[in-house]
Structures are given as structure tokens and as C-alpha cells.
């Protein structure tokens, strides 16, 4: 197998039905996620060890099961899989409700918690590797006051534990809770930040996840994420509380 191809040859007797199998199994797994582009027939025949004819007929094979959209002159990119988890109107509901906010908090700590426990268990080398480098990037970030990075950061760290469960439902779902996360549909990060005061509890939480799934306790890494979920919480609860304060000594001093 080519290391810097997730792609494998095809046996002969296998041809396009076997391609199809094999990127279908990656779209299952998650290792091509949704708007990824495939590379080009020629890469793809060359890559799988079969004719361009064979791989075409795969391709079209799969973009008339849902799975790929080809755009004529730009190449075949992997269809939206889950969908919207929520419409428009509610995701203006939750924004209106805090209720329904935490709800979404309580969902988040039941799920990454689960993740965690499994990737510490499931987790392969690379996986590892992975996890490292985005540790790395949450400890430049916050060396640097890197706010852009520090987010962009936490979300990989997140994506790739929940990829290190090697669950494919837990996959596909949570990429779908986290791209609403990354739109700012239930809070927005920095406001988060700012409560923590520094961002260095928030680093901490995020060492102590990464370090136990790289070293494989699964107890400690469920417990380290459960605990991550309730840090947000709190901070959160605190913060509307205080903005609340802030708002009704406003008011007083107006009537003084």
C-alpha cells in the first residue's frame, strides 16, 4: 500500500466492483468525509491498479447510488451524508432557549465521553500522531494568543478522537453536531474563552483528553472528556448569570 494513498491496487478479477466496495468502505469509515474530492481517474487508475474504463464505471456507479457528485471539469467530490441535523427555525429555537442550549451540552458530554472511551481503546498510530499534533497546535496557540488557531484547533481535536473511535455512526454523527458547533449555532467559543479567563483551563482539559487516549486509559479519557463537557457548562451557566447582573445593575443605575 502506497503510504501517502488511502487507496489499495485492485486485483484483476476484481475491477469496478471492487473499487466501488472500496470507497464506499472509506465514505462508511469516514476517511473521505463529505465535499472531499477523489482524486482524478488517471490518479485513480494508477493508484488501483486498473483501467480508467473500469474506474469511470465505478465512479458512475456511485454517484447514481447518492454517494458522489461529478462536476464536469472540476473532478467527483463525496456528497453532504447526514444531512441537517436541524433546520433553520430551530436551530433559532435553541438560540432563544437556553433550555434546549443545554440539552444540547448534556447530548455533547454523553457523546464525547463515549468517544473518548473508545478511541483510547481503538486508537491506531496515526491516530495518535494525529491527536499530538493538534495537542501541539492548542499549546502554540495559547503561547501565541492565536485565536483563530486556537479554534480551529479544538475542533480538529475533537473531529479526530471521535475518527479514533472507529464508529461509523458516532462518526458521521458527531461531524454533523460539530459543523453546527463551527457556525456558531449553540455558542460561540471565544465568549467561552473569555469566561475561562486565560484559555489555560480549557488547554489543560484538552491535554489531559489527548494525553489519556494517546496513552491508552479509556477510563480516564471518558472521564477527562465528561469532565471537559461539565467545564463548559458551568462556565457558561456562570456567564449568562453574570451578564444578567451586569445588565440589572445597568438598570438600577439608570432609575437612581
Known amino acids: 500500500m502506497d503510504r501517502n494513498s488511502p487507496f489499495e491496487p485492485v486485483g484483476h478479477e476484481s475491477v469496478a466492483q471492487a473499487v466501488v466496495k472500496q470507497i464506499e468502505e472509506m465514505i462508511l469509515s469516514g476517511v473521505l468525509k463529505e465535499g472531499r474530492k477523489l482524486p482524478s481517474e488517471r490518479e485513480l487508475s494508477e493508484t488501483l491498479n486498473v483501467s480508467r474504463p473500469k474506474v469511470r464505471e465505478a465512479l458512475k456507479t456511485l454517484e447514481n447510488r447518492g454517494l458522489l457528485k461529478v462536476r464536469h471539469g472540476e473532478g467527483s467530490f463525496i456528497v453532504p451524508l447526514t444531512g441537517k441535523a436541524m433546520s433553520s427555525a430551530l436551530l433559532s429555537l435553541y438560540g432563544r432557549h437556553s433550555t434546549a442550549f443545554y440539552d444540547y451540552l448534556e447530548y455533547r458530554r454523553e457523546q464525547e465521553g463515549f468517544a473518548a472511551r473508545l478511541a483510547a481503546l481503538r486508537a491506531t498510530q496515526d491516530d495518535k500522531e494525529r491527536i499530538a499534533a493538534t495537542l501541539d497546535n492548542l499549546r502554540k496557540a495559547q503561547q501565541t494568543d492565536d485565536h483563530q488557531l486556537s479554534r480551529t484547533a479544538d475542533f480538529a481535536l475533537h473531529s479526530a478522537i471521535v ?62 472528556a465528561r469532565d471537559h463537557m461539565d467545564f463548559v457548562e458551568q462556565s457558561f451557566r456562570a456567564g449568562q448569570e453574570r451578564d444578567l447582573w451586569e445588565t440589572m445593575a445597568a438598570k438600577r443605575r439608570l432609575m437612581a
Not at 489543560?204 to 471518558?222: F, K, T
Open 163 to 224: 475518527d479514533a473511535s472507529n464508529n461509523a455512526t458516532l462518526i458521521h454523527m458527531m461531524a454533523s453536531i460539530y459543523d453546527l458547533t463551527k457556525q456558531g449555532a449553540f455558542y460561540n467559543r471565544q465568549y467561552l474563552r473569555t469566561i475561562d479567563g486565560s484559555g489555560e483551563q480549557l488547554l489543560n482539559q484538552h491535554i489531559e483528553l489527548g494525553n489519556a487516549i494517546i496513552e491508552g486509559d479509556p477510563e480516564r479519557a471518558e472521564k477527562a
